[in-house]
């Protein structure tokens, strides 16, 4: 790190620093936003079996469906308005589903940001190196002329290090979202068919 530091001067600092952070966002975020984690393997089809064999729903259960994921948190608000119409139902859910989108975005500006300023950051660190060399042409003269090519390869190391921190970066951030924007799929659809279930049983009640 140290001779990366004086391979590109001052201004390799932040651009090291923006990795650092960039690559602790994408090790959270696989952490965080892993299937298993997000849409629990059964759990959908267990809360329609709870809701469809006449179970009562109490309170108590809901909150601990509510706590396990971002699916179950789905559910439980989606339970919560149950015997409301299905319309009011759609409305919970959309709204709940955008604070979820909004939890798993968590990080995922700053990421977006960091693959932005990657490339900028190390170019303003290649032109602060130009300029400070041809300031040293202007003093001294040109001197030789593989010292001269030394110091425009160490100028130029800035603009590759900006490249390095943000293709990762931008790479994970699209992945990122694309992962996001699939859950919610899946968490509509487990949602649609829990609203069938509600709905079977309201009309096997009426019936009854």
Same mark, same amino acid.
């Given at each position: 790190m140290l001779e990366l530091i004086k391979a590109g001067g001052w201004p390799m600092i932040p651009l090291l620093l923006l990795a650092v /952070? *960039?690559?602790?966002i994408i %090790?959270?975020? &696989?952490?965080?936003?892993?299937?298993?984690?997000?849409?629990?393997? $059964?759990?959908?089809?267990?809360?329609?079996?709870?809701?469809?064999?006449?179970?009562?729903?109490?309170?108590a259960h809901i909150e601990s469906l509510r706590a396990t994921s971002p699916l179950g948190a789905l559910l439980a608000?989606?339970?919560?308005?149950?015997?409301?119409?299905?319309?009011?139902?759609?409305?919970?859910v959309e709204d709940v589903g955008r604070h979820l989108v909004y939890r798993m975005e968590r990080y995922l500006n700053a990421?977006?940001?960091? /693959? *932005?300023?990657?490339?900028? %950051?190390?170019? &303003?660190?290649?032109?602060?190196?130009?300029?400070?060399?041809?300031? $040293?042409?202007?003093?001294?003269?040109?001197?030789?002329a593989n010292q001269l090519a030394g110091g425009i390869g160490k100028a130029l190391v800035c603009t590759?290090?900006?490249?390095?921190?943000?293709?990762?970066?931008?790479?994970?951030h699209r992945h990122f979202r694309s992962r996001i924007a699939g859950y919610i799929v899946d968490m509509e659809?487990?949602?649609?068919?829990?609203?069938?279930?509600?709905?079977?049983?309201?009309?096997?009640?009426?019936?009854?």
């Amino acid at each position: 790190m140290l001779e990366l530091i004086k391979a590109g001067g001052w201004p390799m600092i932040p651009l090291l620093l923006l990795a650092v /952070a *960039a690559l602790a966002i994408i %090790l959270e975020r &696989f952490w965080s936003l892993r299937r298993e984690r997000v849409l629990p393997p $059964g759990l959908g089809e267990e809360v329609r079996e709870w809701v469809g064999g006449g179970k009562p729903l109490e309170p108590a259960h809901i909150e601990s469906l509510r706590a396990t994921s971002p699916l179950g948190a789905l559910l439980a608000a989606q339970l919560d308005v149950r015997g409301r119409g299905r319309e009011v139902m759609r409305e919970r859910v959309e709204d709940v589903g955008r604070h979820l989108v909004y939890r798993m975005e968590r990080y995922l500006n700053a990421l977006g940001t960091i /693959a *932005a300023a990657g490339p900028l %950051l190390g170019l &303003f660190g290649t032109v602060v190196g130009m300029i400070q060399m041809f300031l $040293g042409i202007l003093d001294h003269g040109i001197g030789d002329a593989n010292q001269l090519a030394g110091g425009i390869g160490k100028a130029l190391v800035c603009t590759a290090t900006g490249m390095v921190v943000a293709i990762p970066a931008l790479v994970f951030h699209r992945h990122f979202r694309s992962r996001i924007a699939g859950y919610i799929v899946d968490m509509e659809h487990e949602a649609m068919q829990l609203a069938d279930v509600l709905d079977a049983v309201a009309s096997n009640k009426k019936k009854g």
